[in-house]
């Protein structure tokens, strides 16, 4: 694949990978096969679907670890918007969150391949993204998660607070998971 950019922050990572910033069409498809093969090894109930991409990705910042023969193993994004009620899946925050003034930093989508799980490419994919939210001028960023006590450890060692639980999915791929959703926050300024 060509037209990669590596990211500043190559080290910590384990050997033979290697963290870019996506944006060829080829990788960007790759990642959504990847969101796909991710989910449904870990919840049955994910939709049998071949790739995983919605409107968002258009205007999203996204990263990628890529293995020694260029595939992606973990993948997340970013996006950016002026109000909470702008950013992908809002309806999910409740009102407190949606009530807060923008710009507000997005982080979603994140995966890792089953076989690199454990790892540390999920707090890895999480500070790049927070660099870029800082760089974008981001006032805080939220997320939401239903990975469990590992996930919600790692976001708090981050700085992230957990502000309760996410009102479930009503439309894409997420709405027919069965699992509890909670809310992640972390205030920028």
């Known amino acids: 694949m060509t037209g990669l950019r590596?990211?500043?922050?190559?080290t910590g990572l384990p050997e033979g990978l290697?963290?870019?910033?996506?944006?060829?069409?080829?990788?960007?498809?790759?990642?959504?096969?990847?969101?796909?093969?991710?989910?449904r090894?870990?919840?049955?109930?994910?939709?049998?679907?071949?790739?995983?991409?919605?409107?968002?990705?258009?205007?999203?910042?996204?990263?990628?670890?890529?293995?020694s023969a260029g595939r992606p193993v973990a993948a997340a994004r970013l996006t950016v918007h002026r109000t909470p009620r702008d950013a992908p899946?809002?309806?999910?925050?409740?009102?407190?969150?949606?009530?807060?003034?923008?710009p507000v930093g997005s982080i979603n989508?994140?995966?890792?391949?089953?076989?690199?799980?454990?790892?540390?490419?999920?707090?890895?994919?999480?500070?790049?993204?927070?660099?870029?939210?800082?760089?974008?001028?981001?006032?805080f960023v939220i997320g939401a998660t239903r990975a469990g006590d590992r996930r919600i450890e790692a976001a708090r060692r981050l700085g992230f607070e957990v502000v309760g639980p996410a009102t479930p999915s009503s439309d894409g791929p997420l709405a027919v998971v069965q699992a509890v959703s909670l809310i992640l926050l972390k205030r920028l300024d």
């Open 6 to 10: 590596q990211t500043d922050r190559a």
């Open 18 to 39: 290697s963290l870019v910033e996506a944006g060829e069409e080829e990788l960007l498809h790759a990642i959504y096969r990847l969101r796909v093969r991710a989910w």
């Open 41 to 67: 090894a870990r919840n049955a109930s994910f939709p049998e679907i071949t790739a995983w991409s919605d409107p968002y990705d258009e205007i999203a910042r996204h990263w990628a670890v890529l293995d």
């Open 89 to 102: 899946d809002a309806s999910i925050y409740g009102d407190a969150i949606l009530a807060m003034e923008g």
């Open 109 to 139: 989508r994140l995966v890792v391949a089953p076989e690199q799980g454990g790892r540390g490419l999920t707090t890895l994919l999480d500070e790049v993204r927070l660099a870029a939210a800082r760089e974008a001028g981001c006032r």
